[in-house]
């Protein structure tokens, strides 16, 4: 296993209520993901980071923001949640290389917005 | 059209059978091919990388045309415990990011 944690594992909560989810590794490895996977889009990326303090967006990251403050956190954050961010939120890591983009995944925070 | 395309099945077979699946991607740019497999309501798992001159794991077999934007995965042998969906996977945009395009998915279902 690549030593990823997702935290909570379960969640469920109301319509525009803020939410935190968490992913913590124990790798050290510099590049951290976020992505979502709904019936019939596959896995999305919401946003990723590339260092401590440096993150970007990637397909679908309206409604949400993320910071990493230690390599080893890397937190997602729903500013008011909404029903179309119900979905199963996995978080991933990779150390890149010029020939290999390999990425291990979390193990998946359900979440339900109510 | 999609980044990535796959038949998303289902794919019912046999115990002993071979089953092939295939995927093709947009972005002649890309580098770096996957398969993952993803049970049931678990995370997804690298199944195997693929190469350009097709490489073999066990009863898995991987093949990449590049010509054609087109990626396949063979199964030999199957199992019960094949059972899952097979992702295909390809690197993004350009630059090293290390951002992974995902296909939806195509599931398999082995059965006795």
């Known amino acids: 296993d690549a030593g990823i944690t997702q935290s909570p594992r379960h969640k469920v909560t109301e319509t525009g209520t803020p939410v935190t989810l968490r992913c913590h590794q124990t790798?050290?490895?510099?590049?951290m993901y976020w992505y979502r996977q709904d019936p019939g889009h596959g896995l999305r990326l919401i946003h990723y980071?590339?260092?401590?303090?440096?993150?970007d967006k990637g397909e679908v990251s309206d409604g949400y923001s993320v910071s990493r403050s230690k390599t080893e956190d890397f937190l997602l954050t729903l500013e008011s949640a909404t029903s179309s961010q119900t979905s199963v939120y996995f978080c991933?890591?990779?150390?890149?290389?010029?020939?290999?983009?390999?990425?291990?995944f979390g193990p998946g925070t359900r979440l339900t917005v109510l | 059209r999609k980044e990535v395309e796959q038949d998303p099945g289902p794919f019912n077979v046999p115990e002993g059978a071979t089953v092939a699946f295939n995927c093709t991607y947009s972005?002649?740019?890309?580098?770096?091919f996957f398969w993952y497999r993803q049970d049931c309501r678990k995370e997804p798992k690298l199944l195997m990388s693929?190469?350009?001159s097709g490489n073999e794991d066990g009863r898995f077999t991987a093949q990449l045309n590049r010509a054609s934007q087109y990626i396949s995965l063979l199964i030999r042998d199957s199992k019960l415990s094949d059972s899952a969906t097979y992702l295909c996977?390809?690197?993004?945009?350009?630059?090293?990011?290390?951002?992974?395009?995902f296909g939806q998915g195509t599931t398999l279902q082995v059965k006795p």
């Open positions: 996977v390809v690197n993004g945009p350009t630059g090293n990011t290390g951002k992974l395009i």
């Open positions: 972005n002649s740019a890309s580098q770096s």
């Open positions: 991933a890591i990779s150390s890149p290389a010029s020939s290999t983009d390999t990425q291990y």
């Open positions: 980071s590339y260092g401590v303090k440096d993150t």
């Open positions: 790798e050290n490895h510099r590049y």
């Open positions: 693929v190469y350009s």
